[in-house]
């Protein structure tokens, strides 16, 4: 088979295999490697390919190839080039240099989205683990936490008993690290590839959810309750605990987060969502927002009479947004008592600016009370 048959057909993949089979065919080691070397000024990865596929050392054709890769793989000028050259680096198992080059990526953007992809989907199941443990390792570097993300999303390949260790590395990892959109990721994996079957996952899955407990923010608090759920860890996690912490912390997203996870557990006989709902008026108007919609949604309108919680949200309102929701709540209860309107209007002739005086007008001429308060033009 001659040189300018591979020559012509050296772009088709079709002919790749050929290729790999012919390189190991040569007479003498020398014309071996400058196939291999002329190769890789024009398909750097299938060179790279045919270099790995000889049990002969070839230092001299592996230094030239990395070299080669190094330089092809830093331009970024085009993510199927930078690509071929990382692919290439993988291959001869250079994947400290992989990440040693995606570190120099400072303000990732599509195209490196691109080229993350392309290199853990083309990448084996091995090389592929060790790529994502070396961008763990070097996550809180500028411009590495969404390449990171991007290289645990495109990963998707069989895993088997044999990649056990480094799963188990990875999840140590990411617990140490505890960046959420990773962690939902990997309890993806988790159910994907039942790892919870392996013991040694098992107990990191404790761990994990441990861990996210202790950090004792809402996002984190659903992760865990979920995975107690999930793999019945309610004898080590009671899911009481995690909504406990939600109503301590107090803050907006974290009762919210409380009332959800009381719905989905049915948790009523254990937690009153009208506690919830106590907690929320005795702040602003978001909260009262959300306070509003629970006490339509479980029926409490005999606890909580939305006319004081108009008043209260007309006495706190400062902003654009909470005036919009006052405005959202006249249209929905029509039948606010005009006396309570009329505190609402002294409350509001107290505060100072257009925003104030706009809606006290608003109130005046909805409710009909320019009588009462003549002053107001």
């Given amino acids: 088979m001659g040189k300018d048959l591979l020559q012509k057909h050296q772009n088709d993949p079709a002919w790749a295999e050929v290729i790999r089979l012919y390189s190991g065919l040569f007479d003498t080691q020398d014309e071996r490697e400058d196939f291999i070397l002329d190769l890789a000024d024009k398909d750097i990865l299938l060179a790279a390919e045919c270099k790995t596929s000889s049990v002969e ?28 050259g990382l692919l290439a680096l993988v291959e001869l198992d250079e994947t400290d240099k992989v990440v040693e080059i995606l570190q ?41 936490h969404n390449l990171s993300i991007w290289a645990f999303q495109s990963f998707d390949k069989e895993i088997s008993n044999i990649h056990s260790p480094t799963l188990e590395e990875i999840a140590e990892k990411l617990i140490q690290n505890g960046n959420l959109s990773l962690l939902n990721i990997f309890e993806s ?23 996210l407990i202790e950090k004792a923010k ?31 912390k107090g803050s907006l997203h974290s009762l919210r987060t409380a009332e959800q996870l009381i719905e989905k557990y049915q948790l009523y006989d254990k937690y009153s969502t009208a506690f919830i709902v106590q907690k929320l008026i005795q702040n602003n108007a978001h909260y009262l927002q959300l306070a509003e919609q629970l006490i339509e949604k479980y ?16 006495k706190i309102a400062q902003h654009k947004t909470d005036y919009e ?41 909805k409710y009909q009370l320019q009588d009462i308060f003549p002053n107001i033009v």
């Fill in 325 to 365: 929701i006052a405005e959202i709540w006249i249209e929905k209860y029509p039948l606010i008592d005009k006396k309570i309107i009329e505190k609402c209007i002294k409350n509001l002739v107290n505060k100072k600016g257009k925003r104030h005086l706009l809606f006290t007008k608003q109130l005046l001429l």
């Fill in 299 to 314: 029926q409490l309108q005999n606890m909580f009479h939305i006319a004081e919680l108009f008043e209260k949200l007309i």
């Fill in 57 to 84: 050392e070839e230092n001299g054709v592996s230094k030239n190839i990395i070299r080669k890769s190094e330089s092809l793989a830093k331009t970024f000028v085009k993510s199927e080039i930078s690509a071929q």
């Fill in 218 to 248: 809402p996002p984190h608090l659903k992760l865990a309750s979920n995975l107690v759920r999930k793999y019945k860890l309610e004898s080590i996690f009671p899911i009481n605990e995690v909504v406990e912490k939600l109503i301590h």
């Fill in 104 to 144: 120099n990526i400072k303000n990732p953007n599509k195209k490196h989205k691109i080229l993350l992809e392309t290199i853990i989907q083309k990448s084996n199941t091995n090389k592929a683990l060790t790529i994502l443990l070396m961008l763990l390792n070097s996550i809180k570097k500028k411009g590495m």
């Fill in 189 to 211: 994996w988790i159910e994907k590839y039942e790892l919870y079957k392996e013991k040694s996952i098992s107990i990191l899955l404790t761990m994990l959810v441990k861990h």
